[in-house]
């Protein structure tokens, strides 16, 4: 009579070589960084540096900010600058450049959502507010920094034509000439965010600079509207740009229409941020 042998042991599956002891959690070999605002901010960096948008645009402002100023400046005289400082030729060229920093203001985000790639930048980043902030900090910071280099050196070049230094201070101007148009900029790009259609955004901020313009002549015609028409002519966009420029010193500097435009821009950037998370992309 033979004797049982005993039961052989059944082989076991080996357990996956990242499953470690009960109670323990799985660490990834690769480092992990949690995100911030200073990838947003190089993200947007390399966004508005390397697009073809943004080379024209700027191009084009510079073009027309330093190419008009330098043309009036070689027109004028000594005489010319009695009361006002070296940087009003930048005043001319401006009145068309603005028109350059709003349209460059509203691809910068609209361009986005035309091409459908705003999907993979909320995919790589779900904070969308996060995404928003970094937008307009990188497109205000070059819009000031392109601005205030081209009116100082509108500036520059006009003192270098003439022979008496400048009677006025002009380094205020240069400031407060690139924070107005840049502010414009960076309203257009709080437009652009709400409407999310280039053509329409830029329609629409083209009507908050040139209507405010032009409405003023007909409202003062009628006794009723004309209090409403100066307020408007008061605070268009090219009379700031005037009184900064100190065309007009005895109105002021302009220190009231900037401080109305930032009004609005502020007011504009709340609303962007609203409905961004409000909204499906």
């Known amino acids: 009579m033979s004797t049982p042998q005993p039961p052989m042991p059944q082989p076991t ?3 996956p070589h990242w499953q470690g002891a009960p109670g323990t959690s799985y ?41 008009i100023g330098f043309l009036v400046a070689a027109q004028t005289t000594n005489e010319d600058f009695g009361d006002v400082p070296y940087t009003i030729p930048a005043f001319f060229g401006l009145m068309l450049g603005q028109i350059c920093l709003i349209t460059l203001g509203v691809l910068v985000v609209s361009s986005e959502y035309g091409t459908g790639m705003i999907r993979t930048t909320f995919t790589a980043s779900p904070q969308r507010h996060r995404v928003l902030a970094a937008k307009l900090i990188i497109f205000f910071a070059v819009a000031f920094v392109v601005s205030a280099f081209a009116i100082g050196l509108v500036g520059l070049i006009t003192e270098g034509m003439h022979s008496e230094p400048s009677p006025l201070p002009w380094g205020g101007t240069v400031v407060m000439g690139a924070l107005y148009v840049s502010l414009l900029g960076v309203l257009a790009l709080a437009v652009g965010s709400m409407l999310r259609h ?7 901020m083209l009507g ?57 821009t502020a007011a504009a950037i709340v609303g962007a941020f609203v409905l961004l998370d409000r909204r499906d992309v």
């Open 13 to 15: 599956a080996a357990a």
């Open 27 to 67: 660490t990834s070999p690769i480092p992990i960084t949690r995100t911030h605002l200073g990838h947003a901010l190089t993200s947007e960096w390399t966004k508005i540096r390397s697009v073809r948008s943004t080379l024209w645009t700027l191009g084009i402002f510079l073009l027309l900010v330093i190419g």
């Open 198 to 204: 280039s053509a329409g955004a830029i329609t629409t």
């Open 208 to 264: 908050v600079v040139l209507v405010p313009a032009i409405m003023p002549a007909f409202l003062m015609m009628s006794e009723s509207m004309r209090t409403l028409g100066e307020k408007m002519q008061e605070y268009n966009a090219p009379n700031a740009l005037a009184r900064i420029f100190q065309l007009d010193r005895e109105s002021g500097h302009g220190g009231a229409q900037l401080g109305l435009l930032a009004g609005v």
